[in-house]
């Protein structure tokens, strides 16, 4: 990987506070007025989603309150075409965040911290295409 790319990323992931995503399609840094993309944010249970199940230590992809995918592996990995398509992340580890990237349709990429015991929603704009599940909360 390249330096501009090593830069551009460590920047994005200090811009993104943990990266948490903070309001729809932009992650607000609690120490500057800098906004970068999100593809994912934080929410509460919907009630569709409280129907899907998702079993300790998963990262469940739902769609229509249904799991439609769920990955327990450490590590990086492409998601499958129904994790693709999901609506919503839910968090079922105690420990590990999982870092979910993403792409928005002007091809600016970027990548989100669902930390254990959260959902987010993906936002409009954006395709998630892997998953990197890491040994730490905040996704370092």
């Given at each position: 990987m390249n330096t501009r790319k090593r830069i551009a990323l460590a920047s994005a992931g200090l811009a993104l506070g943990a990266g948490l995503a903070t309001a729809p399609g932009a992650v607000a840094s609690q120490k500057s007025e800098v906004t970068r993309p999100a593809a994912v944010q934080?929410?509460?249970?919907?009630?569709?989603?409280?129907?899907?199940?998702?079993?300790?230590?998963s990262v469940c992809f739902i769609k229509g309150g249904k799991t439609v995918a769920a990955y327990k592996d450490m590590g990086y990995q492409k998601l499958s075409a129904k994790a693709k398509s999901a609506t919503s992340i839910h968090n079922s580890r105690k420990d590990d965040g999982a870092r979910i990237?993403?792409?928005?349709?002007?091809?600016?990429?970027?990548?989100?911290?669902v930390k254990p015991k959260t959902t987010h929603t993906v936002n409009a704009g954006w395709k998630i295409y892997a998953i990197d599940i890491r040994n730490s909360p905040s996704c370092k």
């Open positions: 934080q929410t509460a249970w919907s009630v569709d989603e409280r129907k899907a199940s998702c079993a300790y230590p990237y993403g792409v928005k349709s002007n091809g600016t990429k970027a990548w989100s911290c």
